[in-house]
């Protein structure tokens, strides 16, 4: 019974500090409906802040949380909803996911590069640390009483100021119909920036009272949030009480789980299970609420995607091929390591045009599928073709399991879905003896194909680059057949594709087995570059860095991914020869990621426009010294040819069929 007790206090604890944070994220969706993944991000950046400033600077304690809590928060969350947020209430969810994901990115490089890993240790003591309270047989510590009080008051407090004042229903109608709160004589952007100022404040508590427990961590405290993701699921984003409760609901299972699951023979084999119970929490609520309410926040209006022509993309392909091998004839194993990774990483970004960029679905699990691929291509022992086929039918099929009982789901909550997926894969199934056990590398053999040996590292890159073109060439071909047209029909309305009789459910889990496929491909070409490799090259964190990078260079272009795998890539090996900027390198991509997330198509999108802004300034002047030119640029316009002729196009990506354009290309002519 003391057990059980002792287990509940800690359960309270935890639930109570989950409810602070799920509070705040519940508070500044139901008034902008911007989800906020970056929200625990912002909690481990103030218990940095408050650490800082009572420990480091030796400020009392009060006057750090004065500060933290009604200074620096507050202003923290001005400025993201002034100048980070704007307009994200009413963008595709794919866009607003990419803007705070990189938000959260950026949050994590300003701690890095702050508060470096080499300093010295760091914690933050309890709140009257020595003092311990005794409840029969169980001890509480003042920190315990502090945090489930604090939960309390702040739950009343919210459910007060939502419900019973003029400030709360401003903040209620600003989501229901803004433009009417103006004619009333409400400011719905004061409202929004207060409700934000509230919701930072709330996440650095959090951070502030969980820091002494799990300790100063980046990643630690920034993926805790996850829990608070679950417990404001089970509130539907927008009921606080039933957020509080499952805030203590999840704290009290975790807390069981954790005291419990040591009496359990073989509990060893089950060591990341209770990492696992705020995922299999938000997984559970996500499939198991009704579906109405699950539409909620799904918005359109992505743009559609350039559709390239098959010459181009043959000639480009071969020219690439041809390029690495070349190239990889010179170079040093290292530096070929280095090139086959940005392969494997663009080929997995191939894995996100197809699903994100051609149909409208944001996954946030594509390393886990990756990791799927690895392992079946390691276990297997078929070092030939035989065992990428295998990995791919695998992994294809695993990606279909994961989208059956997740078909009625849409926007964010899929992309929470395949968020929770991907964490589950990476403390069980990655940790479990069948795959990695525990970090443990597994060794892969590269293969030999027709009799043809790859082994040696020049030629197996070049095999690498082979298959990036292979699957590029079927992602483009689904693009330009008729699969592609009902993709983006899809895409841009699901009601009218259920009016015509479009079967939408197992075409998704077609789409979802085959962005799945790809990405195992990735993975067993991965784990053969690199011969030994561990489950760390999967953890589900990289999904959110997958999607925020192919979002700068374009998610719905073929270049783009090739470019983004090189800059993925590269990344790591900057911050390694730059350490000192480690963390300024993280901020510098996130501020690229805020900046250029609402547009779809990237980077790429906008260097090969700058032939065309060229062309265009220049042709006047042309055309009035050579009026020959004038007169082929007509004939060009006339037969259909204008967009090939007049228009610099990316080889793999800008081509345009049947007269299928951007709007901004539309808005240019």
Request: aromatic share 10%; glycine share 10%.
């Amino acid at each position: 019974m003391t057990a059980f007790l002792s287990y509940t206090v800690i359960g309270l604890f935890t639930g109570a500090a989950y409810a602070i944070a799920a509070s705040g994220l519940v508070l500044t969706y139901s008034t902008t409906r911007v989800f906020n993944i970056a929200h625990g991000a912002v909690g481990m950046v103030f218990a940095f802040v408050y650490w800082d400033l009572s420990q480091r600077q030796g400020l009392p304690v009060w006057l750090s949380l004065v500060l933290v809590l009604l200074v620096m928060a507050p202003l923290t969350g001005v400025f993201i909803q002034r100048v980070l947020t704007p307009g994200l209430g009413t963008a595709p969810v794919g866009v607003s996911l990419v803007v705070t994901v990189a938000i959260l990115v950026g949050m994590i490089g300003i701690a890095t590069q702050i508060w470096p890993e080499n300093s010295a240790a760091r914690s933050i003591p309890q709140f009257f640390q020595g003092d311990l309270i005794h409840l029969g047989g169980v001890i509480v510590t003042p920190q315990q009483v502090i945090t489930i009080v604090i939960s309390a008051i702040v739950a009343g407090g919210l459910y007060v100021l939502l419900a019973r004042t003029r400030v709360g229903t401003a903040m209620r109608a600003s989501v229901d119909n803004a433009e009417l709160l103006s004619l009333y004589g409400g400011r719905a952007n004061v409202v929004a920036a207060l409700a934000w100022a509230i919701g930072t404040s709330l996440a650095a508590l959090a951070g502030i009272l969980l820091a002494p427990i799990i300790g100063l961590q980046y990643y630690d405290l920034t993926l805790l949030v996850i829990s608070a993701y679950a417990a404001a699921m089970l509130g539907k984003l927008t009921s606080l009480p039933m957020t509080y409760v499952g805030a203590m609901g999840l704290g009290l299972a975790q807390s069981y789980v954790v005291g419990y699951l040591q009496d359990i023979p073989g509990h060893d084999k089950l060591g990341g299970l209770p990492a696992c119970v705020p995922a299999l929490f938000l997984f559970a609520i996500l499939v198991l609420l009704p579906q109405a309410p699950l539409r909620i926040g799904q918005v359109k209006g992505i743009i559609s995607a350039p559709v390239p022509t098959i010459k181009r993309s043959l000639v480009f392909g071969v020219l690439l091929v041809v390029g690495v091998i070349v190239m990889a004839s010179g170079m040093a194993d290292s530096t070929l390591t280095n090139v086959g990774t940005a392969i494997a990483y663009s080929i997995l970004m191939l894995s996100l045009v197809l699903l994100t960029g051609y149909g409208g679905f944001v996954s946030l699990a594509s390393f886990a599928f990756a990791g799927v691929g690895a392992v079946v291509y390691c276990k297997v022992d078929q070092p030939n073709l035989l065992g990428l086929i295998l990995a791919i039918v695998i992994t294809a099929i695993v990606g279909a399991i994961v989208a059956i009982p997740v078909l009625r789901l849409t926007g964010l909550y899929l992309a929470l879905a395949t968020l929770a997926f991907g964490q589950l894969m990476d403390q069980l199934f990655f940790t479990s003896q069948w795959a990695f056990q525990f970090d443990n590398p597994l060794t892969a053999h590269r293969p030999s194909i027709f009799g043809f040996s790859f082994g040696r590292e020049g030629r197996y890159v070049d095999l690498m680059a082979v298959m990036l073109v292979l699957v590029a060439l079927v992602v483009i071909a689904i693009r330009r057949g008729r699969l592609g047209r009902m993709l983006i029909a899809m895409r841009d309305s699901q009601a009218a594709c259920g009016t015509l009789g479009l079967d939408q459910r197992w075409f998704r889990v077609g789409l979802f087995a085959g962005s799945a496929g790809i990405a195992g491909l990735s993975g067993a070409l991965l784990a053969g570059l690199r011969v030994t490799i561990s489950s760390s090259t999967f953890i589900y964190f990289n999904s959110l860095i997958l999607l925020m990078i192919a979002a700068v260079w374009g998610v719905t272009s073929i270049t783009g991914a090739v470019i983004g795998g090189a800059f993925m890539m590269y990344l790591p090996v900057a911050q390694s020869n730059y350490p000192t900027y480690a963390g300024l390198m993280f901020v510098v991509v996130a501020v690229g990621a805020v900046i250029l997330g609402r547009n779809p198509n990237g980077l790429t999108y906008w260097m090969f426009r700058v032939p065309g802004w060229i062309q265009d300034s220049l042709y006047p002047v042309l055309a009035d010294r050579y009026p020959g030119l004038a007169l082929k640029a007509r004939a060009f316009e006339v037969s259909g040819e204008e967009d090939e002729a007049l228009v610099p196009v990316d080889a793999a990506d800008a081509g345009h069929n049947s007269g299928e354009v951007t709007s901004d290309v539309v808005a240019s002519r």
